[in-house]
């Protein structure tokens, strides 16, 4: 039986097989863009009070400024379609996006966004746990602008995130196409390959689309119970290093996260199912999980980064003893401390520093240099490759960093370096494990490869630098114009 033919057998239950939760991320439209006609002569069909959309991949390229101009026609056309038919009325539009600042330029950005479409406003996390498939942001423009989640729709280019959070929401959502070629790393690796499968049965069996939004606890609770939204956040709420006052006076647009779910801690009741409940419960512990990162993520960092010293040295010493089974045990711990670092930074209310990430690439080195010096004493490693790991790590540290950092240009970590430490991590586990025994031709090759694509990393590192830092200029350069416009011109609207 061919793909096709399987497909055009499948039930919406057998669906949900196909991959885990693809089932809540079945939309109740497909579309190739918003700048489709058809896409447009259905929301006029539904009479639509509130359109939002996702940002990136949507309406715009990854990372790009301008939205495409045949997107931008449309959505005017759709305003003023909406107001002959509604006098006195307007539709409204927004952007619920999981970008969030990280700079003056990131919100100059959006910014821009909100000016061309028109936009009256867009919802960004403040903190991680209220990013999509979390249906909070769009709950939040609903109760905003008083417009029931069913006479909404949200389009988006991410099942797994977009359709996901509309349908948690009880919106109606519209699935597109993403825009462009650009695409985020993790994306493109963990998200993408399920989502085109999904994409592919659901353009071959239309009829497993949603025909309405599904039930919605969260939107049924914020309604009945006249739940406030809290206010817009203000320059109060964001570091005035990463966003300077100054731009809060000059657009409204950008709102931080307004929080219907500071309700959901006290609508928990015995008649609500056991999943709903759950889910409350685990949204809450994340909440105070995020607290406590946004205020002590560099402690932690800092404490994770520093134990791979110990780990590594009592690694190193299990190989010396042989005893291999528990030295594997010890590295993956010390590998966890290696991401948990980064991730525990990240949500600290500052974000990661640079010494923080000058610590921890010491750390990295330490480990690699006790550990490598004794996978090769015992023989599980050529001396060869330990000499070239150990120089190129010396060499990009010692010449090539300090070179680029003397002429201003940012020398934080490169895609090329980070695949180089993921390609090492995972010949030295295999060097440790005993499984290798049995196959010392493929623990060579790893190392190899390993050793391969450190010195790779050194030769690429002057180039990716320089990229980077003309990337940045540009951005710069853009954003510094588009500031002036709206400096001239402020972008300031009355809800």
């Given at each position: ?8 057998d ?10 885990a ?17 058809d ?15 996702d940002?990136?991949g ?23 379609d909406f ?6 009325e307007e539709?409204?539009?927004?952007i ?7 700079n ?5 950005k959006?910014?821009n966004w ?29 109760y905003?602008?008083?417009?029931p989640?069913?006479f909404?729709?949200?389009?988006g280019?991410?099942a797994?995130a977009?359709?996901a959070a509309a ?12 825009l ?9 690796l963990?998200?993408r390959?399920?989502?085109y ?6 353009e ?7 025909d309405?939004?599904?039930q919605?606890?969260a939107a049924e ?6 739940a ?11 570091d ?33 199912p056991f ?8 949204s809450s ?7 406590i ?39 993956s711990?010390m590998?966890a ?8 930074a ?6 990661i520093?640079?010494?923080g ?18 996978l090769?004493?015992?023989?599980r ?19 090539v960093?300090p ?22 991590d ?6 440790i494990?005993q499984?290798?025994d ?9 190392q190899?490869?390993a ?6 990393r ?6 990716g630098?320089?990229?980077?830092d003309?990337?940045?200029?540009a951005?710069?350069?853009k954003?510094?114009t ?8 402020p ?5």
């Amino acid at each position: 039986m061919g793909i096709k033919e399987r497909i055009n057998d499948l039930t919406r239950l057998e669906l949900d097989k196909v991959s885990a939760g693809l089932q809540r991320s079945i939309p109740t439209r497909l579309a190739r863009s918003l700048a489709d006609e058809d896409v447009w002569q259905w929301m006029s069909t539904r009479d639509f009070r509130l359109v939002l959309f996702d940002a990136e991949g949507t309406l715009v390229k990854t990372g790009g400024w301008d939205i495409d101009p045949g997107i931008k026609e449309r959505l005017e056309a759709y305003r003023q379609d909406f107001s002959s038919r509604h006098p006195g009325e307007e539709a409204r539009f927004g952007i619920v996006t999981n970008k969030r600042p990280k700079n003056w330029i990131d919100w100059v950005k959006i910014v821009n966004w909100n000016h061309q479409i028109g936009s009256d406003i867009s919802l960004v996390p403040l903190y991680p746990w209220q990013k999509k498939p979390n249906p909070d942001m769009l709950l939040e423009a609903a109760y905003l602008f008083d417009v029931p989640p069913q006479f909404a729709v949200y389009s988006g280019d991410k099942a797994s995130a977009d359709i996901a959070a509309a349908n948690a929401a009880g919106m109606w959502s519209l699935w597109v196409k993403r825009l462009g070629n650009e695409d985020l790393l993790g994306d493109r690796l963990g998200r993408r390959p399920p989502e085109y499968l999904l994409r592919l049965i659901l353009e071959n069996r239309p009829d497993l689309l949603l025909d309405k939004p599904p039930q919605s606890l969260a939107a049924e609770t914020l309604f009945s119970r006249g739940a406030k939204v809290a206010k817009d956040v203000t320059s109060d709420s964001w570091d005035p290093s990463i966003i300077p006052e100054e731009l809060f006076s000059l657009s409204n647009v950008i709102s931080g996260y307004g929080a219907p779910t500071m309700l959901w801690d006290q609508i928990i009741t015995d008649e609500m199912p056991f999943s709903a409940r759950r889910q409350i419960l685990q949204s809450s512990v994340y909440r105070k999980l995020d607290k406590i990162l946004e205020e002590n993520g560099d402690i932690i960092a800092k404490y994770l980064t520093n134990s791979r010293y110990p780990l590594s040295v009592v690694c190193a010493g299990l190989i010396l003893a042989e005893k291999y089974d528990a030295a594997l045990a010890v590295y993956s711990a010390m590998i966890a401390t290696d991401f948990a670092d980064g991730k525990a930074a990240r949500r600290h209310k500052l974000g990661i520093k640079k010494k923080g990430g000058d610590d921890d690439n010491r750390a990295d080195k330490f480990a690699t240099a006790v550990i490598g010096l004794a996978l090769a004493f015992k023989g599980r490693k050529s001396w060869e490759d330990f000499i070239v790991q150990i120089v190129s790590d010396r060499e990009m540290n010692s010449v090539v960093r300090p070179l680029f950092e003397e002429l201003g240009v940012e020398t934080r970590s490169l895609p090329s370096g980070k695949a180089a430490m993921v390609g090492l991590d995972f010949a030295e586990g295999y060097s440790i494990s005993q499984r290798s025994d049995r196959h010392p031709d493929r623990r060579a090759t790893f190392q190899r490869l390993a050793t391969i694509a450190k010195s790779a990393r050194v030769a690429h590192a002057p180039i990716g630098f320089l990229q980077r830092d003309e990337f940045m200029r540009a951005e710069e350069e853009k954003a510094r114009t588009v500031l002036d416009q709206l400096r001239d011109n402020p972008y300031i609207l009355e809800y």
